[in-house]
């Protein structure tokens, strides 16, 4: 079965800037939408970006602006580059497509 794998998650000062990525291990992005949620422990899952197989690009409107997603087909990557990051930016971000699920990477702003 296709696993997601997200990384780049860490620690960041506000206005700073991570890159995020979801590997999956096996040729599955460019056939499939794939989509990035975050999570806090005290709220839901929340949609973040979305990128259609025909290349169109979706974004809440918290981080419309500030997040841009895109894809690497060659390596099976897809990346969330994320600026001008706040600290309700927090959270535990996912890569999902279709049912399948990553194991999360961890997003701290925090001066």
């Known amino acids: 079965q ?13 206005g700073g800037s991570l890159r995020l990525s979801c590997t999956a291990s096996g040729n599955i992005f460019r056939f499939n939408d794939v989509r990035w949620y975050r999570q806090t422990l005290s709220k839901e899952r929340e949609f973040v970006a979305v ?15 500030r997040f841009t997603i895109s894809r690497d087909n060659a390596a ?5 580059q994320m600026s001008s990051l706040k600290p309700e930016d927090t959270a535990v971000y996912y890569c999902n497509v279709q049912d ?12």
């Open 2 to 14: 296709v696993q997601l794998v997200e990384s780049g998650g860490g620690l960041v000062q506000p």
């Open 51 to 65: 990128l259609r197989v025909n290349g169109y690009t979706y974004y809440a409107d918290s981080v419309k602006g």
């Open 100 to 111: 399948l699920w990553g194991q999360g990477t961890q997003v701290t702003v925090s001066s």
């Open 76 to 80: 099976n990557t897809v990346h969330l």
